[in-house]
């Protein structure tokens, strides 16, 4: 199995980072039931003011290929733009548990 962790930060106004991190966790957490290969979602929206991140998932698939499977899936595709012009910086990390 893989775990594939991306954390994003977005800009604009705390509202227009909240209204956008609430909209794409709602997009993301649907995903489970469109993408075969996507076993589980975890998505959290940062409650820390201290902390300049604003939305970190976790997703399960079985394997390193599936995650590009996920990645290239339309659903997948379609929830990644709803962030399109709000975000402003990603980073991930793969890994085989």
């Known amino acids: 199995m893989v775990k594939h962790i ?3 930060k977005f800009k604009g106004s705390d509202e227009e980072r909240m209204e956008a991190a609430k909209a ?3 997009a993301l957490m649907a995903l489970p039931d ?3 290969v996507l076993k589980s979602m975890e998505v959290g ?3 820390n003011p201290a902390e300049t991140w604003d939305v970190v998932l976790t997703a399960v ?3 390193m ?3 590009d499977v996920y990645a290239k899936h339309p659903a997948h595709v379609a ?3 709803l962030i399109g012009g709000v975000k402003e ?3 991930c990390v793969d890994y085989e548990f």
Do not use: G, L, Y
Request: hydrophobic share 50%; net charge negative.
């Open 65 to 67: 290929a599936d995650v």
């Open 6 to 8: 991306v954390t994003f």
């Open 61 to 63: 698939v079985p394997t």
């Open 45 to 47: 929206i940062n409650e």
């Open 79 to 81: 929830a990644a733009s």
């Open 34 to 36: 469109q993408i075969d």
């Open 89 to 91: 910086s990603r980073a």
């Open 24 to 26: 794409f966790k709602a």
